[in-house]
T-cell receptor
Framework: DAKTTQPPSMDCAEGRAANLPCNHS???????VYWYRQIHSQGPQYIIH???NNETNEMASLIITEDRKSSTLILPHATLRDTAVYYC?????????????FGGGTRLMVKP | DVKVTQSSRYLVKRTGEKVFLECVQD?????MFWYRQDPGLGLRLIYF???????EKGDIPEGYSVSREKKERFSLILESASTNQTSMYLC??????????FGPGTRLTVT
């Protein structure tokens, strides 16, 4: 799996958009970008994934640059419950044996 | 919603005990995984299974075994628990592609 780089921590005011960047400059053509988050003492939670087009679901939006070397996860209106560690991962999806490798992630602190 | 459940949230066992961690998923997923998560080391794969009775070693299988007798259930077994197996254990499942769903985790302490 391609390596990813994320800032270790970020703050965001409640109600504002949280923009979490991720660099994945060695991503290969068949690798997808996935985002997960982990709230303290809970299992990781899937957020969103994409290949090259921007994606949006009920939780977040994913913006992938045209060269696919970086992406941004956007939480449009951050709430206190969004405080968590956010992990960006790149991997090939159709591989049953492919482990999910989490790096350090970004610790997002949403403040009132 | 996909649901992955684990038998215990917190477990305390003694060195040398045999420990069973159970994981159940209700979405008929083919693939199931056991990870451990430790500070500074991220998520490490112990074992995974892509079908009933099938299992494959992950990165750190030593000291562990697994069992998958039914599609919905994947068990992690610590044959003789040791203090270095104190960790958060996470079970996950997914269909053949795309997102992986995690259980809430079991925090195991071996004393």
């Amino acid at each position: 799996d391609a390596k990813t780089t994320q800032p270790p921590s970020m703050d965001c005011a409640e109600g504002r958009a949280a923009n979490l960047p991720c660099n994945h400059s060695t991503i290969s053509g068949n690798e997808y970008v996935y985002w997960y988050r982990q709230i303290h003492s809970q299992g990781p939670q899937y957020i969103i994934h994409g290949l090259k087009n921007n994606e949006t679901n009920e939780m977040a939006s994913l913006i992938i640059t045209e060269d696919r070397k970086s992406s941004t996860l956007i939480l449009p209106h951050a709430t206190l419950r969004d405080t968590a560690v956010y992990y960006c991962i790149v991997r090939v999806p159709n591989n049953a044996g492919n482990m999910l490798t989490f790096g350090g992630g970004t610790r997002l602190m949403v403040k009132p | 919603d996909v649901k992955v459940t684990q038998s215990s949230r917190y477990l305390v066992k003694r060195t040398g005990e045999k420990v069973f961690l159970e994981c159940v998923q209700d979405m008929d997923h083919e693939n199931m995984f056991w990870y451990r998560q430790d500070p500074g080391l991220g998520l490490r794969l112990i074992y995974f299974s892509y079908d009933v009775k099938m299992k494959e070693k992950g990165d750190i299988p030593e000291g562990y075994s697994v069992s998958r007798e039914k599609k919905e259930r994947f068990s992690l077994i610590l044959e003789s628990a040791s203090t270095n197996q104190t960790s958060m254990y996470l079970c996950a499942s997914r269909a053949d592609s795309y997102e992986q769903y995690f259980g809430p985790g079991t925090r195991l302490t071996v004393t």
